[in-house]
Each structure stands twice: as structure tokens, then as C-alpha cells.
């Protein structure tokens, strides 16, 4: 809770942001060599307050609500209708400010990963039998509250294989999970784009930490001969992993710990550079030595697999166990702060606003 406490009052976040891109280089754990750049805030309340004046009146009750409604913590990656607005049903101007808007809150990376895993919804319905329904423009922007300098608010897009949830306060970024993210396929076998792995780096990182273990490390880490067919962590059961399990980075090699490092990066540079290095310090300030690393399944490339890191402040899930290990599922949560939910509430209390609105006092 102090570490959370201490965003709101940071007195030099430039000054802040630049000490920790050294010391996450020198720790060698994600971010190196990294440019952070001050804060993207403003641009994203800019770009929201865009998209929003673009709309129409019944567009607008569509895509907003208010930040206390409990549709704010309603997450799910499954193809569903569900609320928000969705790029169907928004003009070409409009979709454009959209995506403005959505990846203004975004590293270029983290913007072009959810490019492409629209891309995927294409790739489905070429290759599925029943891929008629499969629809790439069935993608739902929502934002709660009111977009402005300063304030409250928080912004969703939504849809099969993706969750990105955002929540900020006092301008700053409050919380970035739930962050889900998915890929099916996990590979793509044809067509213009053949090769793509949209998750294929982090299952590539977690393989070769399991190779580098040996046997009396592998088989602490291994939890499970197999795959569990999906995350654990879904909606509506975020806290169902209390326990972390695997083998802990105190006793891993310094290389295997830089890998480990590079693995949560992989999650946590989805957020612009400014916003990442503050992740990556929280989490060290956390503990890495009780950070574990678990694996279930198949260590053979091409069969199913999962793998999870789990400590005090991060959770990742990943699973690739569908569709002939071609159908990958992976979550990062903050299990301290899921949806900002610890932090707007010592938020609120510090600033003697009484109880937090209607909604904040959900526990998961």
C-alpha cells in the first residue's frame, strides 16, 4: 500500500522517471536501453475528449458511463456482444479517433499488438468453417467518467482475444489491469502475413528459462504434467491464485532472473515508456526474489503448454493448449491494485473524500 501511496505524491515524476530507467538498466530487469519520455496524460485526455465530440448523442450514452458504474469492472475476452461503443458503428472519422485515442494510452508496441490481434479476427474467419461471424470492426471502446486533466477516469477497449483496462487519477496512470490479451492463431500459417506469432515472444522467454533450470530446479518450477486448458485468473476469479507456486528468482541465476525481468516486460511495455518504468519499479519495490516462475505441459514446442509468474505485485498467466497448441491466452494482473481499486481508495481517504464512489469498494 506505501508504494501505492507514494504515486499521488510523487515531486519530480521526470526526475523520478529518469533514476528508474537507470536503475532498472543497471538491475538489468526490462526497460533497457529505453528513452522514458514525460508524461502522455494530456495527449490521451486530448485525444479521448476528440473521440467523445465526434459522436453523436446516442453514440455518446453508448460508449461512456459514469466511473462508478459497476460496468467498469465487467471484463471479458470471449466474442460477445457487450457494452460500449464498437467500430462498426462509428464512422470512418470517428474509428480513426478511436484509434487515437486508444493508443494514445499505449506504447507503439502495445498499439500495434492490438492492431494486430484485430488482424487475427480476420485470419479466423478465412480459415473457420463458420468464420462468417468472426468480425474485426466488433471491437468496443467505453470510457468511464469524464476524460480531463486531473480528474478520474478510466477508458476500455474490448473484444475476442483482448481486454485493455486503464484507470487514472490525479492525471496519472492509477491502475493498467486486467490486461488481456490473445492470439488465435497463435501463428499464422498463410497469406500476406505468414509467421506472425502476435504472443509468440513470451512463450519463447518462459521456454528457455525452463531449458537453462536444471532438473532439481525444472522440476520445482514444473506444477502440472499438463496444461489447464485456459488462465486461471478470468473474470470474475482474479483472486483465485492466493498462493504463488514454482521456483522463486532468489534462486535463480543472474541470467535467469535478466530473463525473467524481460519477461514481465514484455507485459508491462504494452504501457507508454513514462508509465512502464513506474510499473517495473513498483514490481521490484515488491520483491523480485519472491517472484515464481511455474510451468505446466509440455516442454516440446508445438504441444500444450501454460506458464505463470506470480508474486506480491504481479500475476501472468499464459496458455497455449487450444487448437493443437495454437491458441494462446495470456492475462497480467496487479494482484494489489486490480482496476485501481487499492489506490483511488487510499486515494480518497488521504484526501478526506470521504468513501469512495459506489463501486470502489468491490473486492475480487
Same mark, same amino acid.
Given at each position: 500500500?506505501?508504494?501505492?501511496?507514494?504515486?499521488?505524491?510523487?515531486?519530480?515524476?521526470?526526475?523520478?522517471?529518469?533514476?528508474?530507467?537507470?536503475?532498472?538498466?543497471?538491475? $538489468?530487469?526490462?526497460?533497457?536501453?529505453?528513452?522514458?519520455?514525460?508524461? *502522455?496524460?494530456?495527449?490521451?485526455?486530448?485525444?479521448?475528449?476528440?473521440?467523445?465530440?465526434?459522436?453523436? @448523442?446516442?453514440?455518446?450514452?453508448?460508449?461512456?458511463?459514469?466511473?462508478?458504474?459497476?460496468?467498469?469492472?465487467?471484463?471479458?475476452?470471449?466474442?460477445?456482444?457487450?457494452?460500449? %461503443?464498437?467500430?462498426?458503428? /462509428?464512422?470512418?472519422?470517428?474509428?480513426?479517433?478511436?484509434?487515437?485515442? /486508444?493508443?494514445?494510452?499505449?506504447?507503439?508496441? &502495445?498499439?500495434?499488438?492490438?492492431?494486430?490481434?484485430?488482424? %487475427?479476427?480476420?485470419?479466423? *474467419?478465412?480459415?473457420?468453417?463458420? &468464420? +462468417?461471424?468472426?468480425?474485426?470492426?466488433?471491437? +468496443?471502446?467505453?470510457?468511464?467518467?469524464?476524460?480531463?486533466? *486531473?480528474?478520474?477516469?478510466?477508458?476500455?477497449?474490448?473484444?475476442?482475444? /483482448?481486454?485493455?483496462? /486503464?484507470?487514472?487519477?490525479? *492525471?496519472?496512470?492509477?491502475?493498467?489491469? @486486467?490486461?488481456?490479451?490473445?492470439?488465435?492463431?497463435a501463428v499464422v500459417s498463410s497469406g500476406p502475413r505468414e509467421g506472425l506469432a502476435v504472443m509468440g515472444e513470451e512463450a519463447a522467454l518462459a521456454r528457455s528459462l525452463m531449458a537453462g533450470f536444471d532438473p532439481a530446479r525444472r522440476e520445482?518450477?514444473?506444477?502440472?504434467?499438463? @496444461?489447464?486448458?485456459?488462465?486461471?485468473?478470468?473474470? $470474475?476469479?482474479?483472486?483465485?491464485?492466493?498462493?504463488?507456486?514454482?521456483?522463486?528468482?532468489?534462486?535463480?541465476?543472474?541470467?535467469?532472473?535478466?530473463?525473467?525481468?524481460?519477461?514481465?516486460?514484455?507485459?508491462?511495455?504494452? %504501457?507508454?515508456?513514462?508509465?512502464?518504468?513506474?510499473?517495473?519499479?513498483?514490481?521490484?519495490? &515488491?520483491?523480485?526474489?519472491?517472484?515464481?516462475?511455474?510451468?505446466?505441459?509440455? %516442454?516440446?514446442?508445438?504441444?500444450?503448454?501454460?506458464?505463470?509468474?506470480? &508474486?506480491?505485485?504481479?500475476?501472468?498467466?499464459?496458455?497455449?493448449?487450444?487448437?493443437?497448441?495454437?491458441?494462446?491466452?495470456?492475462?497480467?494482473?496487479?494482484?494489489?491494485?486490480?482496476?485501481?481499486?487499492?489506490?483511488? $481508495?487510499?486515494?480518497?481517504?488521504?484526501?478526506?473524500?470521504?468513501? @469512495?464512489?459506489?463501486?470502489?469498494?468491490?473486492?475480487?
Amino acid at each position: 500500500m506505501t508504494s501505492e501511496t507514494t504515486r499521488f505524491r510523487l515531486p519530480s515524476r521526470r526526475r523520478l522517471l529518469r533514476a528508474v530507467t537507470a536503475t532498472l538498466a543497471i538491475a $538489468g530487469i526490462g526497460l533497457v536501453g529505453r528513452t522514458v519520455r514525460g508524461d *502522455g496524460t494530456p495527449a490521451l485526455v486530448t485525444a479521448f475528449q476528440r473521440w467523445l465530440e465526434s459522436l453523436t @448523442p446516442e453514440q455518446r450514452r453508448d460508449a461512456s458511463f459514469p466511473f462508478a458504474d459497476g460496468e467498469r469492472l465487467d471484463w471479458h475476452y470471449t466474442p460477445r456482444r457487450r457494452a460500449g %461503443l464498437p467500430l462498426k458503428e /462509428m464512422s470512418a472519422r470517428q474509428r480513426e479517433y478511436a484509434w487515437t485515442a /486508444m493508443e494514445s494510452g499505449l506504447s507503439a508496441a &502495445g498499439a500495434a499488438r492490438a492492431r494486430d490481434i484485430v488482424f %487475427l479476427e480476420e485470419v479466423l *474467419g478465412r480459415i473457420e468453417s463458420l &468464420g +462468417f461471424w468472426r468480425d474485426p470492426e466488433s471491437y +468496443f471502446l467505453s470510457v468511464f467518467g469524464e476524460p480531463r486533466d *486531473g480528474s478520474t477516469w478510466g477508458w476500455r477497449f474490448e473484444g475476442h482475444h /483482448m481486454s485493455i483496462n /486503464m484507470t487514472l487519477a490525479d *492525471g496519472r496512470l492509477a491502475a493498467a489491469t @486486467p490486461l488481456f490479451l490473445g492470439a488465435n492463431p497463435a501463428v499464422v500459417s498463410s497469406g500476406p502475413r505468414e509467421g506472425l506469432a502476435v504472443m509468440g515472444e513470451e512463450a519463447a522467454l518462459a521456454r528457455s528459462l525452463m531449458a537453462g533450470f536444471d532438473p532439481a530446479r525444472r522440476e520445482e518450477a514444473l506444477i502440472n504434467d499438463r @496444461p489447464f486448458g485456459d488462465i486461471v485468473s478470468g473474470p $470474475g476469479r482474479e483472486g483465485a491464485l492466493a498462493r504463488p507456486e514454482g521456483l522463486p528468482a532468489a534462486r535463480m541465476s543472474a541470467a535467469e532472473r535478466e530473463t525473467l525481468g524481460r519477461l514481465i516486460a514484455r507485459y508491462v511495455e504494452t %504501457l507508454p515508456p513514462a508509465d512502464a518504468a513506474v510499473e517495473m519499479a513498483r514490481i521490484r519495490a &515488491g520483491g523480485i526474489d519472491a517472484i515464481r516462475f511455474a510451468w505446466a505441459g509440455s %516442454l516440446t514446442p508445438g504441444r500444450g503448454h501454460y506458464f505463470r509468474v506470480h &508474486g506480491p505485485p504481479v500475476l501472468i498467466e499464459y496458455d497455449n493448449s487450444r487448437d493443437d497448441a495454437n491458441h494462446v491466452h495470456s492475462v497480467w494482473l496487479d494482484p494489489t491494485n486490480i482496476f485501481g481499486l487499492d489506490v483511488l $481508495g487510499a486515494h480518497y481517504r488521504r484526501h478526506d473524500h470521504g468513501a @469512495p464512489p459506489q463501486g470502489e469498494t468491490h473486492t475480487v
